[in-house]
């Protein structure tokens, strides 16, 4: 069974039709690059998945599974904008991920944040915004999911923390599982690619083993993208 599955999905906001027929599979053991444009429908996808957004019609199964209770307990999201309570310390952020999720581990992330030299009884508030973006990350990938969904997790960081951040991405998943990555800064993660996805205008106009793209264009996936939108 794939672990994500979608027939026939569209999404209208005021009668304006943001997503358009996504017909989609992500296998399992997989890193898949969602690519596309701001406003390209990426995020609107993802809070579909995520049951955070209802679809006009359609389907999503995830393992097998309409999105709910079950879902949630197998998908660690990691949103776009940050969530977490500036006024709460590292140490209380790891609490209410402990009490939030059952499978959330809080040794490694507090290993993980170890590595970091972070106090785990500082503030969020007095951290910088790329502490902030590597203490989210840490967070979510420290739950033993079936699949990450990560919403343009370098937005707005310097590259040292990018490469940080895709490290911890590459090193922290569980075997088997799938991370999906949301983003519009292609050359930045095409390296650890597996497979990519490009959406314009609601619409998925590609998939592709990420190897085989580049094998048959002779070029990287950020040249590709830039051609096919002309970007």
Known sequence: MELLNTKHLC?????????????????????IGLLGKNGAGKSTFIKLINDLLTPTS?????NG???????KEIIAYLPERTYLDKDMTIKQAIKYFEEF???FDSKKAIKLLKDLNLDIN?????????MQEKLQLILVMSRKAELYILDEPLGGVDPATRD???DTILSNFNEGASVIISTHLI???????????????GEIVLTSSADELRNSEKSSIDDIFRRYFKC
Do not use: A
């Open 11 to 31: 999404k209208e906001f005021d009668k304006k039709q943001i997503l358009k027929d996504i017909n989609l599979s992500i296998p399992r053991g997989k890193i």
């Open 58 to 62: 359609g389907e999503i199964l995830i």
């Open 65 to 71: 599974q309409k999105p709910g209770v079950d879902s």
């Open 101 to 103: 999720y059952s499978n």
């Open 122 to 130: 500082v503030k969020i508030s007095k951290m910088s915004k790329g």
């Open 164 to 166: 940080y951040i895709l």
């Open 187 to 201: 050359s930045d993660i095409e390296r650890i690619l597996d497979e990519v996805i490009f959406m314009n205008d």
